[in-house]
């Protein structure tokens, strides 16, 4: 039987920079200035200089074989090691590789073998790696280089077992295995298994009887396994009865055990199964010939202290059941080739798995070649993990040079690429392009980022008349949908970490990674950690946010609120077959992780399940801002992907701030779901907001019962404002330029509004002519209502931005703030929440410089952080790690006098919105003031 040693462990390892070390016959000695490492190892992680080293780079160790046999043969085995290496063994070369990804392996000719060997490897990472797949590992985060899977040597009979491919039949009751032997083979050879149950989640399990049966030699190959020289192909169809299915819900798991016998000698080959069928049709897909609704993550596997590899076995366990407890039931394992025990624990676990492979860049015939190659040996590799459901090819074109919908060439490509993995293996999905212009593809799927609150009209308009309405504008010319599932594969928003947590966590040091480790497209200043150290001193950020630590949870808040909304928007879509969240977790720099870089959770996502549960209960809300005596209605959405529900009864209530309920804001409704997976009301829910004394938080709260039974249950915000509770201001207000019907707002709300323009009253205008400026400058004040940004006719000498319309992935980092405290009476949270619906702005004054996409070009535009450095920033706009800032509610000194700018959406809304009517009446009220000054 075959025997395997580890080689893990304790190796010695040195660089070689001026790549001498071959010529200099390293091999046959030591390494200059070796360390100790511990392999699997990822060079990087050795910090200071190793971080950024790309080139050659060895490795060295002695291994000790006991018990010698001339009647086997000895291989050495890696997992993978990234991205070329070249070995020797006892000083003689047995072989090279090229590919970072993948399992290799070589077999030592039996005359280098002794009972005490030297093993010595030459790895060799480009620093030029644009025609070499590499994923993300250098562009976007961390670079990883070096033997960063296990190795091991394993001792073989002459004729083994080289692997074994069972694939599943549910409809016809049956499964084809497939093994491929090497060596001799004469009549004497037979080839047998046998299948057990394996495991049920973390529990083993096994069926009392087993399975066992003869595979018959075959002259054709699998259409997979392209290399298959002196390889024999085994094959039977096997007949089965009452096998358990595999699902997220059952994830039974078989074994199979392949043996060969030849000559005396037997070899066996172990791996494990499951038994499930994955399709589309309808607009769905389907697991077992059940329709399942996608609740995915994108996971990118990076990890804090390990970069590549999952530190171990516990880990994975941990990280999966976190995810289920979350509500997914998918990970999209993004442009990496996952670890094989990952995806045994996915398997094991019930995860469902969206495989893809690394990148490459530049478009060339040795670029595809590789990239086909490694796509062809993650297939082969992961061929019996039923957790995999989907494979894409492409991501976003990267590799195609972002140009497939004008390139025919590379339309060709995908085409025929997408064909022949299809031929490959014909019991999964594929992906062509995900995310972007499809040409064939089993998935219609895209990637739509938008900023919520302030989006929501966009990013509801998005999915209905562009991803829904228009499903063939997502195909190049020439190509068409055919009704595929629709999926939102990338979406979502930035939370930023706990600094304090991290440099907890490596031992009070900021991370290596604080100093963007991507290419240059990623340097830009909200990238970089480094820049909210520099930056929260500024812009009226720590008035309106308070230290660090305060900044994040309220930056996690706003993620939360953010992507409960881009979710709930497509859950109350029935024509959306699912979705694939951006993302699982923090990569360095990139936090838009529902967990943290270190796997904690982030502020409120205890909640998660509310939302990206199988069932969900969700309010369809028009408006979240009322005024009392107010009254509305609206629907209420149930969303059912799991549990049999039929007689259901909905709870709720509206509660304020401190968790009182309003006393006629409550109720029931009552309806049976007759299993339904998608069931609306008709004007669910129907108030008369109550008397208020000011304004103020309320939140309504949901709860789904079934069988006396909590299933799902659901909080949203709102504010309940008092149209009568204004306080009478004492100032005159000069109204300029500004439509009759904003002056009457302001008259039918209490406000003196004069014609003439004298030193004392306070000037209202979107137009900062001469006039007002000689105003200003004689000691007048100004507010200046600058919504309309670069359309203004006049605007002084006050720059604007617009912040990216539509969909955008910048946008989606970015944050709105104010300083609560100046604004006090006015229900806001410091992350602006839903109380600024329709009212966030569309510009701000640009304090960093930012780039403008224009047709033909990018131009470079200014900001003007003098602006910000002479002003009070009171609400301000921010990407990312606190870069690309602007201000939106900006108090600047002028002359004598002042005119404080706000980009706020307030001339339509004055008078009908309430926050907005209290934000105005409130600048109105302090405009005045010196205190307005104070920072």
């Not at 290496?85 to 000083?91: I, M, Y």
């Not at 590899?309 to 998918?330: H, R, T």
């Not at 870069?883 to 900006?890: A, C, R």
Request: with cysteine; hydrophobic share 35%; charged share 25%.
């Amino acid at each position: 039987m075959r025997k395997t040693n580890y080689l893990d462990g304790s190796w010695n390892f040195g660089i070689d920079p001026k790549n001498k070390g071959e010529s200099e016959s390293w091999y046959t000695g030591s390494i200059p200035n070796a360390i100790s490492v511990e392999v699997p190892h990822i060079w990087q992680r050795e910090g200071d200089q190793f971080v950024s080293y790309n080139g050659a780079a060895w490795y060295e160790r002695q291994v000790k074989i006991e018990n010698l046999s001339q009647h086997h043969d000895y291989y050495l085995c890696f997992g993978a090691v990234d991205y070329s290496c070249r070995v020797w063994w006892n000083g003689q070369f047995i072989g090279e590789h090229e590919g970072g990804f993948t399992p290799f392996e070589f077999n030592i000719p039996s005359t280098l073998i002794k009972d005490d060997n030297q093993l010595s490897i030459r790895v060799y990472d480009y620093e030029a790696n644009a025609e070499i797949p590499i994923g993300k590992q250098g562009s976007w985060y961390t670079r990883v280089s070096g033997i960063w899977q296990s190795v091991k040597l394993e001792v073989r009979a002459k004729t083994f077992i080289y692997n074994a491919f069972v694939t599943p039949n549910i409809d016809q009751d049956s499964l084809e295995i497939s093994s491929f032997v090497t060596g001799e083979i004469n009549e004497s050879t037979s080839i047998n298994f046998v299948i057990k149950g394996h495991s049920l989640r973390d529990e083993q399990w096994g069926d009392k009887e087993s399975i066992s049966g003869t595979l018959e030699m075959v002259e054709t190959t699998l259409p997979i396994f392209q290399e298959a020289n002196n390889l024999t192909h085994f094959k039977t169809i096997l007949n089965v009865h009452d096998m358990k299915r595999w699902s997220p819900e059952t994830p039974y798991l078989y074994e199979i055990e392949v043996t060969v016998e030849s000559k005396g000698k037997v070899d066996s080959y172990q791996t494990t199964f499951g038994y499930r069928k994955v399709e589309q049709k309808n607009g769905r897909i389907y697991l077992n010939n059940e329709p399942i609704y996608i609740r995915g993550a994108l996971d990118q596997a990076f990890y804090p202290d390990t970069i590549y590899a999952v530190p171990s076995v516990e880990y994975i366990q941990k990280e999966l059941q976190a995810a289920k407890d979350m509500g997914f039931n998918l990970l999209r394992k993004h442009i990496k080739a996952e670890l094989p025990v990952y995806l045994y624990w996915a398997d094991r676990l019930g995860m469902l798995i969206w495989a893809e492979p690394p990148n490459y860049v530049k478009w060339t015939a040795t670029a595809q070649k590789r990239f086909v190659k490694l796509l062809n040996e993650m297939m082969i590799r992961d061929y019996n993990h039923p957790s995999i459901i989907i494979w894409s090819i492409y991501n976003e074109e990267w590799g195609l040079e972002w140009d497939l919908e004008f390139d025919i060439e590379k339309q060709d490509h995908v085409a025929k690429l997408f064909d022949e993995v299809k031929r490959w293996d014909t019991s999964r999905l594929y992906c062509d392009n995900s995310g972007w212009t499809h040409v064939k593809t089993d998935i219609n799927d895209h990637h739509r980022y938008f900023a919520l609150p302030e989006q929501i009209k966009e990013w509801e308009n998005d999915l209905d008349e562009y991803v829904i309405g228009q499903c063939e504008r997502n195909f190049v010319t020439g190509y068409q949908s055919n009704g595929e599932p629709l999926l939102i594969s990338e979406f979502g928003m930035w939370g930023l970490p706990s600094i304090e947590k991290l440099r907890n966590y490596y031992k009070g040091k900021e991370p290596w990674w604080f100093v963007n480790q991507g290419d240059g497209t990623h340097q830009d200043d909200y990238k970089k950690p480094t820049t909210a150290l520099v930056n929260h001193s500024k812009f009226g950020i720590r008035e309106a946010l308070g230290d660090l630590e305060n900044l994040a949870v309220s930056s996690q808040k706003r993620m939360f609120r953010g992507v409960k909304s881009l979710i709930e928007e497509m859950r109350k879509r029935p024509q959306i077959a699912g979705y694939v969240v951006t993302e699982f977790t923090d990569i360095e720099w990139e936090t838009n992780g529902w967990l943290d870089f270190m796997r904690e959770p982030k502020e409120e996502f205890n909640r998660l399940v509310d939302f990206n549960g199988p069932t969900c209960v969700i309010a369809d809300i028009s408006n979240r801002n009322l005024w009392s005596g107010e009254s509305t209605n609206f629907d209420i959405v149930v969303v059912n992907d799991l549990a049999h529900l039929r007689e259901v009864t909905i709870k709720w209530e509206f509660v304020d701030a401190n968790q009182q309920p309003y006393e006629t804001l409550n109720g029931e409704i009552h309806f049976n779901m007759n299993d339904e997976t998608y069931w609306k009301t008709e004007d669910g829910i129907y108030i008369t907001v109550p008397a208020v004394s000011n304004s103020e938080f309320a939140q309504l709260k949901l709860v789904l019962i079934s069988c006396g039974q909590v299933v799902a249950s659901n909080v949203e915000e709102f504010t309940f404002t008092n149209k009568h509770a204004f306080q009478k201001l004492d100032s005159t207000v000069y109204v300029h330029h500004l439509p009759q019907e904003f002056s009457n707002q302001l008259v039918n709300h209490d406000i003196e509004v004069t014609s003439e323009l004298e030193k004392d009253v306070i000037v209202v205008t979107d137009h900062l002519d001469a006039e007002i400026f000689t105003h200003i400058h004689t000691g007048g004040h100004a507010i200046f209502l600058a919504e309309a940004g670069d359309h203004l006719e006049e605007n002084g000498h006050y720059p604007f931005r617009e912040l990216p319309p539509g969909e955008s992935w910048p946008r989606a980092s970015s944050m709105n703030y104010i300083n609560t405290e100046w604004f006090n009476g006015v229900p806001f949270h410091p992350e602006v929440g839903w109380e600024g619906s329709e009212l966030f702005p569309d510009y701000v004054i640009p304090f960093a410089d930012y780039k403008k996409e224009g047709t033909k070009r990018t131009i470079n535009m200014f900001g003007s952080p003098r602006l910000a450095e002479e002003s009070n920033v009171l609400a301000g706009y921010f990407q990312g790690w606190l870069g690309q800032n602007g201000g939106s509610i900006v108090h600047h000194r002028d002359g004598k006098g002042s005119v404080l700018i706000i980009t706020w959406k307030l001339i339509n809304q004055y008078g009908k919105h309430p926050i907005a009517t209290q934000l105005l009446n409130k600048l109105i009220m302090k405009v005045k003031g010196e205190s307005i000054y104070e920072n």
